[in-house]
């Protein structure tokens, strides 16, 4: 806990009124990657409590706009279209392709994680199954050359994951923000370019 209240990235949050300290892990990958543009579609998997979310509709606006969804509940954002669902389930990612209706996203970002059990190969599985679901949604729905954000633990599975990626993107790249934890076994992968 006190890791926490004295994280620099935490207190910078709510000095400059972001959502979480997370919007600072994408603002520094888009600063290197430039991933996000004015007048994109962007699709937030996993959005609560909107740091990612934030981030991307101040860059997108006026003319862009961002699709964010979670199984708990997120404060409104401007630029921002909730749906409180969840994604893993059928009627989740139903509710998110009729807010699609039929458009292709520019980008999707998946900050997603299980809830942590403390037991490492379990929480390990859940969450490569989660973003295993959202690589299968980002190769649905993105555009031709659309690029695809998401998180991942390094352990069992890493490794198979990159290559699943690596056969739905040109290119799959490694991301560790400076604002992510250093002890943290979290990393980024960035696929850039659907193949077609």
Known sequence: MMQHVNDPYVKRASAEGMRSRAAYKLLQINEKDKLIKPGMLVVDLGATPGGWSQ???????????????????????????????????????????????????????????????????????????????????????????????????????FDGFVKAMRGVFVQVQTRKPDASRKGSREVYLLGRGLKA
């Open 55 to 157: 981030v991307a509709a101040r860059i997108v606006a006026p003319a862009g706009r961002v699709i964010a969804i979670d199984l708990l509940e997120m404060t409104g954002l401007a630029g921002v279209t909730f749906i409180h669902d969840d994604f893993s389930e059928d009627e989740g990612l139903a509710a998110l392709e009729r807010e699609l209706a039929g458009s292709k996203a520019d980008l999707v970002l998946s900050d997603m994680a299980p809830n942590i059990s403390g037991i490492v190969p379990a929480d390990q599985a859940r969450l490569i199954g989660l973003v295993e679901l959202a690589l299968d949604f980002a190769a649905k729905h993105l555009k031709p050359q659309g690029n695809f954000l998401v998180k991942v633990f390094q352990g069992e599975g």
